[in-house]
């Protein structure tokens, strides 16, 4: 009787936890709670994209070609004429070179739409060439007296802000009369420059060697140059001593007035923009 009991009991218990007598055992099933749908809200969201590069976000506002111009210095009324020169290739972030002129063109821009640097790019590279240029016109035989410099820059500073030119390559050279300008250009302006190629000529007064040590320096001089040849062989050499980057290369053969072509070459040219 007790057993019988006990088997009643363990029955309705086994009853309550809902258990079902199946053929083979019991099975537990267990009930899952159901989980109600949560409404997610859809927003469309914009997809970042890379924006598409169109031409204009390579090309300058100036035209190809050979420009003559003027620029005044809207505070000291200082000008200078001068030439510029975009390849027909031009785009934003190109280099640019400074040429300054010797005596030999004083007064007379006109001479410079075909002289010196530019005469020699036109016949490496033709109308497409890796940089743009500008070829200032002094109208006194100097580049270093009184405003002339602070002119000369504000003129080149105007042509990078129009022109969009990589500030990181500015390179200025000169041949003759114009050398000497390019070594007190980087006396005074230091590392604003990233290359300075002096052709034929030295300098004039007090330099700033801690300004000229801060860029690399190519000069260029010839064989038959010996009214300028010794004194930049002193200059490069003071250079160097005071840890400066500056080398001198020596044309054979050549004179004074050759230089203003025969020192740009397409090496020359390679070696100023990747300064």
Known sequence: MKKLLMIILIALL??????????????????????????????????????????ADYTISVSAGSHCRMYTDSETGEYLDYYLFVPENAVK???????????????????????GLMSSAREIYGNEFPFIAISPSTREYSWINGMIPSTLKGLIDEIVSECEIDIEHII????????????????????????????????EGMLD???????????VAGSHDVYYLDNMKVLVNMITQAGGDAKLT??????????????YTEEMFEWMCAQ
Not at 209 to 219: C, E, G, K, R, S
Not at 250 to 263: D, M, N, Q
């Open 93 to 115: 972030n190109m280099p640019l070179i400074v040429f300054l002129h010797g005596d030999g063109e004083v007064g007379n821009v006109d001479v410079l739409e075909n002289f």
């Open 172 to 203: 200025i050279t000169g041949h003759s009369r114009g050398a000497i300008g390019t070594w007190h250009m980087v006396s005074t302006y230091g590392d604003f420059f990233s290359a300075a190629v002096p052709v034929s000529g030295d300098s």
């Open 209 to 219: 060697y801690d300004h000229l040590t801060a860029v690399p320096i190519w000069a």
């Open 14 to 55: 086994c009853g309550g936890c809902g258990v079902q007598e199946l053929d083979n055992g019991p099975t537990m099933i267990e009930t899952v709670p159901t989980m109600q749908a949560t409404t997610v809200p859809t927003e469309v969201a914009a997809l970042t994209e890379d924006p598409i590069e169109t031409e």
């Open 250 to 263: 020596i044309l054979e053969g050549r004179y004074h007035g050759e230089t203003s072509t025969k020192a």
